[in-house]
């Protein structure tokens, strides 16, 4: 199971325990406000690509991650409570839900879409599970399948070693400059220099696709820049005497 950042209480879903739980659908995704990166499923790479920043990492066990970058602020971003017409990653989406390893249903105890009085029932009255139980499992199903499929595609770009640090400062504050480390990007010369046999095994696994749509979301870095900017300036603003 991936790193879960904004999870708070994990507990197991217990059709005993929390058959009365209900699921009132919230439009604010406020619980993601103290993050400013959130991993990413290559099958994304392509709507994400026009609003993030896609950028690697090595997690904590030395493997490359994609990570959508929310914001260049070392903490938190801007997004939580107005995403507009911004892509929200997987990863957010489903939120206050998740996967063990082993397929079964985790939820955050603390979340407040999760309570007795109203929204969706997890389960009907003889303890089965709801049809929108079932189609939140299909869902964290399909999110944990592409997780693998990217870990897989990130193995390659490791094994082939195309992958070099992406070394950038950003200005988000007046005189103040934002260093990015450990960050990778893939080499683009690399990729042109794929051999055939592996060009044509990427295109069929859709990494090529996975590829460029990533080196495409290089240019939204200033889409970001321009939110976090605007965002401390109107903080300034508030706070500012009268």
Wanted: net charge negative; hydrophobic share 40%; aromatic share 10%.
């Amino acid at each position: 199971m991936a790193d879960l950042l904004f999870y708070q209480e994990l507990v197991l879903l217990d059709r005993k325990e929390h058959g009365k739980l209900r699921l009132k659908k919230l439009s604010n995704t406020d619980f993601a406000r103290g993050v400013n990166s959130v991993p990413l499923a290559g099958i994304e790479f392509f709507d994400a690509s026009r609003d993030l920043p896609i950028l690697f990492t090595r997690s904590n066990n030395n493997e490359f991650v994609p990570l959508a970058v929310l914001s260049f602020q070392s903490k938190g971003n801007n997004l939580a409570d107005n995403w507009g017409d911004c892509y929200i990653p997987a990863f957010i989406r489903r939120y206050p839900f998740a996967l063990t390893d082993d397929g079964r249903v985790l939820f955050d105890k603390q979340a407040p879409h999760l309570q007795e009085e109203e929204g969706d029932p997890l389960f009907k009255e003889d303890g089965e599970n709801s049809e929108f139980l079932e189609n939140v499992g299909v869902f964290l199903n399909r999110v944990e399948s592409q997780l693998r499929a990217t870990r897989e595609y990130c193995q390659a770009l490791d094994r082939l070693e195309m992958l070099t640090p992406f070394k950038a400062q950003v200005s988000i504050e007046k005189d103040k400059a934002v260093r990015l480390d450990n960050l990778f990007v893939i080499d683009d010369k690399k990729l042109a220099g794929l051999p055939d046999e592996e060009i044509t095994n990427w295109f069929r696994k859709g990494w090529l696709g996975w590829s460029y749509a990533h080196l495409h979301s290089l240019g939204a870095a200033s889409r970001v820049v321009s939110r976090d900017r605007q965002a401390i300036a109107a903080r300034a603003a508030e706070t500012a005497p009268a």
